[in-house]
């Protein structure tokens, strides 16, 4: 008698349908959706010859994100998060050692700004500790902790924080979460940073995996964090430590012999007293044999070459706060302070450039009705490059949020 495997797999589909039509009708689903379109209008540099700012606009329909939630049970869930960037695909880079000297070419694919920001898999260990297994967020900067655009009265919690770290950092791998009292200790191994793609206008931020569809894993990185009270929303404090070596998750091998650790230390906070919150943050990272890569990342061609942007520092800070005052219902007023420096130190003859010593600061009106808003937000940039003239900025916002999970 001779049996095909489509009679195989046919017999076997009929024999798990009643079983999995069964399961599916108790799993609960939620879903959540959120967007923001902008309008900015920005001073920039004609030409490094030609200091004088020259006013321009831009349209963006920044972000659209639905979420997902399959809850299985009491004790297991599964939540997916589709991002769509800027109205359009992107580009990824790809690597091909056989290409002559191991060229990286550019592809324009699906996935380079659509793309699934969050995937993972939670379940509950004991009581009130869980552990996900997954892609999900570092809880490291206000940033990467934001859960909604709701969440902050200004634009984001930080204009900055993007030039030193990955903007809304999310890694790939193992984490725990447990709660206890007023106090979440949080911590995991992930996906590390790839040294090949540090630059000098965002630091350790470039080197985030996002650039090929896989992610290189030899280095892999931890991090561990405690929170107090709720860092984001009202009364807390949060402790967060990452460190991951960066070296052999470059696609050119042999050009740098070094760890090239990166340590990221964070304190973040928000307190508040009637209709005022404050809140902010201090980052302070290292890259230890920054000269190293530094020299490595020069001999890059192609795609990957850094150019004018490939010298970086040894050490980089960040200060931001923020000042809230809700004086009507659905209606806020706020400043930001900020300030980033990413050559706070250097190695070796590694030129550390002013230009990349920013401050900002600004005021704003955000308005909230029926999981709607707009904000509005204007501030002033200036560096300390001698001669360098500040330069302003008015953005604004329109968005929504479901709010449903």
């Known amino acids: 008698m001779n049996i095909s495997i489509t009679h195989i797999l046919l017999l076997a589909s009929c024999a798990l349908a009643t079983p999995l039509t069964w399961a599916q009708s108790e799993i609960q689903i939620r879903k959540r959706a959120y967007g ?30 639905a979420e997902i939630e399959f809850l299985f049970d ?28 191991g060229e990286f070419e550019n592809e324009v694919e699906r996935g380079g700004e659509v793309a699934i920001s969050e995937a993972y898999y939670r379940t509950r260990l004991v009581d009130s500790t869980y552990l996900i297994i997954g892609k999900s967020k570092l809880y490291l900067s206000l940033n990467s902790a ?14 900055l924080e993007a030039r030193m770290i990955p903007n809304q950092w999310k890694e790939t791998g193992v984490q725990v979460e447990s709660r206890w009292r007023d106090f979440v200790l949080r911590g995991g191994v992930v996906s590390g940073l790839n040294s090949e793609f540090f630059r000098k206008y965002n630091w350790i931020g470039g ?5 090929f569809e896989t992610m290189n894993a030899d280095d892999l990185a931890a991090l561990a964090s405690v929170e107090y009270g709720d860092a984001l929303r009202g009364r807390g404090l949060a402790l967060g430590y990452y460190q991951g070596d960066t070296s052999r998750n470059r696609y050119k ?11 990221i230390y964070s304190l973040m906070g928000s307190w508040s007293l009637g209709p005022v919150i404050a809140s902010g943050q201090i980052l302070r990272g290292e890259l230890s044999d920054s000269e190293a890569v530094v020299t490595a990342n020069n001999t890059l061609g192609g ?33 930001l302070f900020e300030h980033v420096n990413t050559f706070a130190e ?25 999981r709607c808003f707009w904000k509005l937000h204007g501030w002033q940039e ?17 968005g929504f949020d479901t709010g449903t999970i």
């Open 253 to 263: 091998r042999g050009k740098l012999d070094a760890r090239a650790t990166v340590k």
């Open 74 to 101: 009491e004790n297991n869930e599964l939540e997916i998060e589709l991002e769509y960037e800027h109205g359009g695909t992107g580009s990824s880079l790809e690597h091909d050692n056989f290409e002559e000297f």
């Open 346 to 370: 250097v190695e070796g003859s590694v030129f550390a450039d002013p230009r990349y010593e920013v401050q900002q600061q600004g005021l704003g009106i955000y308005h909230q009705w029926s």
């Open 207 to 211: 080197g985030h995996q996002r650039q």
């Open 146 to 159: 934001q859960e909604s655009p709701m969440d902050s009265a200004s634009p984001q919690f930080s204009n």
């Open 303 to 335: 795609l990957a070459a850094p150019g004018n942007f490939g010298s970086i520092g040894s050490k980089a800070n960040l200060e931001s706060f923020q000042l809230r005052w809700d004086f009507l219902e659905n209606w806020s007023a706020f400043a």
């Open 36 to 65: 923001v379109f902008e309008v900015r209008q920005f001073e920039e540099f004609k030409t490094v010859q030609d200091l004088t700012p020259e006013s321009r606009r831009t349209l963006d329909l920044k972000e659209i994100e």
């Open 382 to 398: 200036s560096t300390q490059l001698e001669g360098l003239p500040s330069t302003q900025t008015i953005l604004f916002q329109f």
